[in-house]
């Protein structure tokens, strides 16, 4: 069983930067799959954020590639996301998931964490 | 507005069985057979029914199955139980503008 924990803070204002980690801890994220970002805001549809490689390459949702950054550390066994000049649009529940090429087999997710956007 | 057009709200009573659509495009669903399906209950994270238009993961019920034709796929869930009720948002692969994942709306799925 493949166990996915994003972590980060609840509350970020508005222009500041949201940061969010997800830790991986009984799989090893270079072994293979793709490592993605979901969001979901209050009541609303999911939303695919961008993906990365267990190689590095990045995969990002046009809409929001300009703000968006996500890496992996291998070190820490973790996927991190950065989205920069945040406004009360992006507060959602961030999930992170793993899955195949081409978004296939999307089977293990984290529970998800609340990030809202307030000053 | 989402890429993929799925209805709002499904219902069906129990023994019942209920489709659910999702429609795309040319560029998305039409395109590749990388259309999944997804479950999700309140206050939960989704959970994968179907991959790649009709393959089941291990451990989910037959009586989910996928399907597609065109540009549109299709949800189906026979023998309705009660803890079918939740959301279900269709999902595909598109390479355009640049390899992407979209999503549909959301159906709201009410056992009655």
């Known amino acids: 069983q493949v166990q996915l924990q994003e972590s980060g803070p609840g509350l970020v204002k508005p222009s500041e930067t949201l940061s969010l980690t997800c830790a991986v801890p009984?799989?090893?994220?270079?072994?293979?799959?793709?490592w993605g970002w979901i969001r979901q805001p209050p009541g609303k549809g999911l939303e695919w954020i961008g993906s990365i490689s267990h190689s590095g390459t990045t995969y990002y949702n046009p809409s929001l590639k300009s703000r968006v950054t996500i890496s992996v550390d291998t070190s820490k066994n973790q996927v991190s996301l950065t989205l920069r000049f945040v406004t009360a649009a992006d507060t959602a529940v961030y999930y992170c998931?793993?899955?195949?090429?081409?978004?296939?087999?999307?089977?293990?997710w984290g529970q998800g964490t609340l990030v809202t956007v307030s000053s | 507005q989402s890429a993929l057009t799925q209805p709002a709200s499904v219902s069906g009573s129990p023994g019942q069985s209920i489709t659910i659509s999702c429609t795309g495009t040319s560029s998305d669903i039409g395109a590749y057979n990388y259309v999944s399906w997804y479950q999700q209950h309140p206050g939960k994270a989704p959970k994968l029914m179907i991959y790649?238009?009709?393959n089941r993961p291990s451990g989910v019920s037959d009586r989910f199955s996928g399907s597609k034709s065109g540009n549109t796929a299709s949800l189906t869930i026979s023998g309705l139980q009660a803890e079918d009720e939740a959301d279900y948002y269709c999902s595909s692969y598109t390479n355009s503008p640049t390899p992407n994942w979209v999503f549909g709306g959301g159906t709201k799925l009410t056992v009655l």
């Open positions: 998931a793993r899955h195949l090429a081409y978004a296939s087999r999307t089977d293990y």
């Open positions: 009984a799989y090893s994220i270079s072994s293979g799959y793709y």
């Open positions: 790649e238009v009709s």
